[in-house]
């Protein structure tokens, strides 16, 4: 996709985010786990065979499986990286109706309940494209495990200044913490070991887009 139409579609969708009410906040243990067995029943895998792809325990993915668990984020993109899917394959689709009026939204937090991920727009297979809306607690950090080769990330910091890491530069060196100021985004590949945290003392809001090239 052209650069300039790159930035012209994060500008739509950030003025489109930013005037989102808020979302129907759902319990999404059972619509994971559906979508989990789906995922294994696509692909013909065992609960061993995902346990490898995906380097999750079986225990833990047949948890998910029966709703009793629900993944961190780092474990989900764990699972998603291993079906060589999209992350919000397993937030959304939940058979949810939708109205003129109001917008359902579906949120997961992490184990620690510092994270928040809120899916904005689902992916869409015809602009490879899905967008999350990220909120981090106070003086908390999330580091991502590499992503596969050829996702791309575009981080917005929506309501004030952020701090991203990536693992290393275009020219291979590694790299340290570089803050954002609100309004401020920057593209990245996303097959490397990256993070972000907001050293502030109140929630601070990313916008995530994220592109399957």
Same mark, same amino acid.
């Given at each position: 996709?052209?650069?300039?139409? =790159?930035? *012209? =579609?994060?500008?739509?969708?950030?003025?489109?985010?930013?005037?989102?009410?808020?979302? *129907?906040?759902?319990?999404?243990?059972?619509?994971?786990?559906?979508?989990?067995?789906?995922?294994?029943?696509?692909?013909?895998?065992?609960?061993? /065979?995902?346990?490898?792809?995906?380097? =999750?325990? /079986?225990?833990?993915?047949?948890?998910?499986?029966?709703?009793?668990?629900?993944?961190?984020?780092?474990?989900?993109?764990?699972?998603?990286?291993?079906?060589?899917?999209?992350?919000?394959? #397993?937030?959304?689709?939940?058979?949810?109706?939708?109205?003129?009026?109001?917008?359902?939204? @579906?949120?997961?937090?992490? @184990?620690?309940?510092?994270? /928040? *991920?809120?899916?904005?727009?689902?992916?869409?297979?015809?602009? /490879? *494209?899905?967008? #999350?809306?990220?909120?981090?607690?106070?003086?908390?950090?999330?580091?991502?495990?590499?992503? @596969?080769?050829?996702?791309?990330?575009?981080?917005?910091?929506?309501?004030?200044?952020?701090? +991203? +890491?990536?693992?290393?530069?275009?020219?291979?060196?590694?790299?340290?913490?570089?803050?954002?100021?609100?309004?401020?985004?920057?593209?990245?590949?996303?097959?490397?070991?990256?993070? +972000?945290?907001?050293?502030?003392?109140?929630?601070?809001?990313?916008?995530?887009?994220?592109?399957?090239?």
């Amino acid at each position: 996709m052209p650069l300039i139409a =790159v930035s *012209i =579609v994060i500008g739509i969708i950030t003025i489109i985010a930013i005037s989102f009410t808020r979302g *129907i906040i759902i319990n999404i243990h059972a619509s994971l786990g559906s979508r989990l067995k789906a995922a294994r029943s696509n692909k013909g895998w065992s609960l061993d /065979k995902t346990s490898q792809h995906t380097g =999750v325990s /079986k225990a833990m993915l047949g948890q998910i499986e029966r709703g009793e668990s629900s993944p961190t984020v780092v474990r989900l993109w764990n699972i998603a990286n291993g079906f060589e899917l999209p992350l919000s394959y #397993f937030l959304t689709d939940l058979g949810l109706a939708t109205t003129q009026t109001s917008v359902s939204t @579906n949120t997961l937090e992490n @184990n620690e309940h510092d994270i /928040k *991920i809120v899916t904005l727009f689902p992916y869409d297979a015809v602009t /490879k *494209i899905e967008v #999350f809306q990220i909120t981090l607690d106070p003086q908390r950090q999330h580091i991502s495990a590499p992503h @596969n080769a050829g996702v791309i990330e575009h981080i917005i910091a929506v309501d004030g200044a952020m701090e +991203y +890491y990536l693992a290393r530069a275009a020219d291979g060196t590694e790299q340290e913490w570089h803050r954002l100021q609100q309004g401020e985004r920057i593209k990245f590949n996303a097959d490397q070991h990256h993070g +972000y945290r907001n050293m502030t003392d109140k929630p601070m809001t990313i916008h995530n887009i994220i592109c399957y090239t």
